[in-house]
């Protein structure tokens, strides 16, 4: 049997209803979309309105969104399945519409029915049942949730977890997540831009409607911040790509650039995520008068384009953890602990709470990536420039120590030397810094010794060179 979507509106066929978006207008076309009725047990599911062609009964209005989905992965999940050779029934839940990824709590969709109407990740697998939508638009509408529970039963992360998917598994451990991150700034103006998902959501113009967008629970940097649930225009369905040079328009960089120069409204501030910035070596740090650095050095090879993933190269580094006596899949290491040398157990298995010394971790991020040799070559690499920019900073601050502390004065509107080498020294002090740009840390860190020796009459406390040491 056929049913005929009761039409609200008008009794034009493909009425267009322009609904205003930021970036984009969505369409949603009022048609009259034909669909068999859901099978007995389906729990308001309704799928695919015509299998052969991708198309949901969703997609007969929401044109749109639609035309975006149908280039992701979601939209071959099924097949994705049958391909690989080992499909069996418990493979389906994840790979079907039904209860996963959605509030729905009944078994339904593919479940309950085995209909191959159900089959792929649809629009329902995140929104929910749409039955009652579907035959009356203005009266209900299936908004999803970004929310991901850290119990892994909600949200992408029902399905996206496990062995083989633990995307939410080592996300929730990451300071994106729940892990030990700062719920109090979430929602926190002037810092949710970037500590909240809905503010982030927010200062990027998504402006699409969902579950939460007008409460107040604070939530973390979830997986729909960086992924767009429906296109696929950029690699791995991020918002921004990660490959960028910009830092308005890298993911990442979008928000670890909060103050990487001095703030002239608040000098005895040090700074805050610089990351991206100092990987590009632009606009970063107080620059001494006459600071000389030729502009080809002033990105280290980590941020110059023998690094085209940028941040995700060493953040994002997934790959297979394997039994090394028999060579059995152990692990899929999906890199969303974000931690670029996490600490591993014997068996190499990452624990990205735990803390170890530098033996003990995996340094694979900087080997699969083609750029170091081995993974001892680029641990000697990271002992080299964090002692060598740890002695610079010892100095420095010895030097501070010496100043006169008028001349450290937040209010009055003037950066003295002394402030802008204290900036430096914490920026030296931010251990990564070492690897985000040693060579203009560095640079930063000796221009900034001979300043204040210069200016306040001060001999060398330690013996440290001055030149700039660390190989390039
Ligand atoms: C018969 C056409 C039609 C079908 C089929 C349809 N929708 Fe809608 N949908 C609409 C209209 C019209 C609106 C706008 C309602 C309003 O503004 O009050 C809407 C609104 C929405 C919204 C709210 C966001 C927004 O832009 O206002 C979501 C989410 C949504 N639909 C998802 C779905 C999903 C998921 C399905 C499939 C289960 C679906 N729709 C099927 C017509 C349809
Ligand atoms: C019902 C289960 C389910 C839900 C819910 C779900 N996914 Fe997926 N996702 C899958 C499956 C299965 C695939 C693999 C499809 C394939 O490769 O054919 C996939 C693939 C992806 C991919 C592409 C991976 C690739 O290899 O290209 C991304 C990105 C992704 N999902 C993100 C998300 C996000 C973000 C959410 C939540 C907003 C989400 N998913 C919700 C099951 C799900
Ligand atoms: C808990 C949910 C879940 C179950 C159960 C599940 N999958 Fe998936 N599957 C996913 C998700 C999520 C992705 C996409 C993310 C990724 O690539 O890791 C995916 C991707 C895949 C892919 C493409 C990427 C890859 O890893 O090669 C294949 C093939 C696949 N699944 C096969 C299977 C098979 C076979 C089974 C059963 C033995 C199965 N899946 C069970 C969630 C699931
Ligand atoms: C432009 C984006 C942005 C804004 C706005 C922002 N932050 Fe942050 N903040 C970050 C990022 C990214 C990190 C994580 C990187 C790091 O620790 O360097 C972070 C880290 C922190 C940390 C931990 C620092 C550490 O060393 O562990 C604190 C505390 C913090 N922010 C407080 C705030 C407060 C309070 C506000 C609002 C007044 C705020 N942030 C506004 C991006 C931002
Ligand atoms: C992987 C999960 C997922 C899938 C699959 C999915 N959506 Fe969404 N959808 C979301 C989330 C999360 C949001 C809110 C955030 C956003 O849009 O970026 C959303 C937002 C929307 C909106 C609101 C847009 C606005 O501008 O207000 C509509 C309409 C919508 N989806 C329709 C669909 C349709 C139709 C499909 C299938 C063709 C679909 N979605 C598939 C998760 C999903
Ligand atoms: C801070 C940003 C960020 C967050 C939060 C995040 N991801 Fe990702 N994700 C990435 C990046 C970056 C990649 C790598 C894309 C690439 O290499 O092109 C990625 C890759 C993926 C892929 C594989 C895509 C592919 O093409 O192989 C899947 C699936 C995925 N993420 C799912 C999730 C899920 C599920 C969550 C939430 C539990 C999540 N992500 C949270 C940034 C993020
Ligand atoms: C929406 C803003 C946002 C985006 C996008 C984002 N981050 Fe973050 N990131 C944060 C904030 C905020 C924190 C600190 C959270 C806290 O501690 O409260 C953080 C923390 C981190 C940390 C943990 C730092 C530590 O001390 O352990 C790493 C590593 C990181 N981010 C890397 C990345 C990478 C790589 C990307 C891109 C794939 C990315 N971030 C994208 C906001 C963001
Ligand atoms: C060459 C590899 C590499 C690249 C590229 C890289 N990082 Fe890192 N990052 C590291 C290493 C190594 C650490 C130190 C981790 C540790 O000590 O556990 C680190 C530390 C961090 C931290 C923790 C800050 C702290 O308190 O020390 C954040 C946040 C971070 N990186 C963000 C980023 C962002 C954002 C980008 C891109 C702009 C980026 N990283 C690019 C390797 C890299």
Not at 84 to 91: N, R, V, Y
């Given at each position: 049997m056929k049913t005929r979507v009761l039409i609200v509106?008008?009794?034009?066929?493909?009425t267009v209803v322009l609904v205003a978006g930021c970036t984009d207008t969505e369409q949603i076309f009022l048609a009259f979309p034909l669909f068999d009725d859901p099978p007995s047990g389906a729990a308001g599911f309704l799928g695919y309105s015509d299998q052969e062609n991708k198309l949901p009964v969703c997609g007969n209005c929401h044109v749109g969104k639609n035309a975006e989905w149908q280039e992701t992965a979601h939209a071959s999940a099924w097949e994705t399945l049958q391909a690989?050779?080992?499909?069996?029934?418990?493979?389906e839940g994840c790979h079907t519409v039904g209860q996963n990824g959605n509030a729905s709590e009944s078994s339904g969709g593919h479940e309950a029915t085995g209909d191959p109407r159900y089959y792929d990740v649809q629009c329902e697998s995140c929104h929910g049942p749409g039955l009652a939508h579907v035959t009356n638009p203005d009266a209900s509408q299936p908004l999803a949730s970004i929310m991901v529970g850290v119990d892994l039963t909600s949200g992408c992360g029902e399905c996206h977890q496990g062995s083989h998917h633990g995307f939410v598994d080592e996300w929730a451990q990451s300071r994106h997540g729940d892990?030990?991150?700062?719920?109090?700034?979430?929602?926190?103006e002037g810092c949710r831009n970037c500590h909240g998902a809905r503010g982030a959501l927010e200062a990027w113009g998504v402006d699409a409607e969902y579950l939460e967008k007008d409460g107040t629970e604070e939530i973390g940097i979830v997986c729909a911040v960086c992924h767009d649930p429906h296109d696929a225009t950029n690699a791995g369905q991020?918002?921004?790509?990660?490959?960028?040079?910009?830092v308005d328009v890298n993911l990442c960089m979008k928000c670890h650039q909060r103050r990487p120069v001095p703030d002239m409204d608040r000098q005895s501030s040090g700074p805050h995520s610089p990351q991206g910035p100092l990987l590009l070596g632009e606009n970063v740090g107080w620059q001494p008068p006459n600071f000389e650095y030729a502009d080809l050095l002033i990105r280290s090879t980590h941020g110059s384009e023998a690094n085209p993933r940028l941040c995700a190269t060493c953040h994002v580094n997934a790959y297979e953890v394997t039994d090394?006596?028999?060579?059995?899949?152990?692990l899929s290491v999906k890199g969303h602990s974000f931690k670029p040398i996490p600490c591993i157990d014997a068996q190499g298995i990452?624990?990205?709470a735990a803390d170890c010394e530098l033996s003990e971790r995996t340094f694979s991020s900087c080997t699969t990536s083609g750029c170091h040799g081995s993974e001892d070559a680029a641990r000697s690499a990271y002992i080299v420039a964090t002692s060598r920019i740890a002695a610079l900073v010892d100095e420095l601050n010895a030097l501070l120590a010496l100043v006169p502390s008028t001349e450290f004065d937040n209010e009055d509107n003037l950066l003295t030397v002394a402030e802008g080498a204290k900036f430096n020294a914490k920026l030296g002090a931010i251990s990564s810094s070492a690897i985000h740009n040693p060579f203009l840390t560095e640079a930063l860190l000796t221009a900034s010794i001979r300043q204040v020796q210069t200016d306040y009459g001060l001999a060398p406390v330690s013996r440290v060179s001055l030149d700039n040491l660390l190989p390039k």
């Open positions: 509106r008008t009794a034009l066929a493909l690989s050779g080992s499909a069996q029934p418990f493979c892990g030990a991150n700062r719920p109090q700034y979430r929602e926190r991020l918002r921004f790509p990660v490959d960028s040079r910009e090394a006596l028999t060579g059995d899949f152990v990452p624990d990205p």
